[in-house]
């Protein structure tokens, strides 16, 4: 069933629900700090790491892999005369890859092809 359909059956029946602001948000972190959230719950420890360009420089260190999301390009906590987009996490190695582009392929499938 697509979503269509749903708010469709919804505004039949005289849900209230479906005339809200559709959220990307995760309904059981109300105040959406998911770093905050996973730092409680998680038994790992979330280690430091770096923040390569695509050619392997260190462009900065980050706190936690899990502050990250490819795509993400704001609270990078690095500076750049261009835009910075985060293109892979690698959790292998505990480090994020940025580049200056919106290609979000991560560079570790990239170099697979």
């Known amino acids: 069933m697509t979503k269509d359909n749903v ?13 809200r602001k559709e959220s990307r948000e995760i309904c059981f972190i109300p105040d959406n700090d998911y770093s905050r959230f996973l730092r409680e719950h998680l038994t790992t ?6 923040i390569f360009d695509k050619q392997g420089k260190v462009l900065g260190h980050h706190n936690g892999i899990i502050d990250y999301t490819i795509g993400q390009r704001k609270g990078l906590g690095i500076s750049s005369p261009n835009p910075l987009y985060v293109v892979d996490i690698d959790g292998q190695n505990n480090t994020v890859i940025v580049g200056g582009n919106r290609t979000f392929m991560p560079v570790s499938l990239l170099s697979a092809i």
């Open 7 to 19: 708010r469709k059956m919804a505004l039949e029946i005289g849900l209230s629900a479906v005339k």
């Open 45 to 50: 420890k979330i280690e430091t790491g770096r």
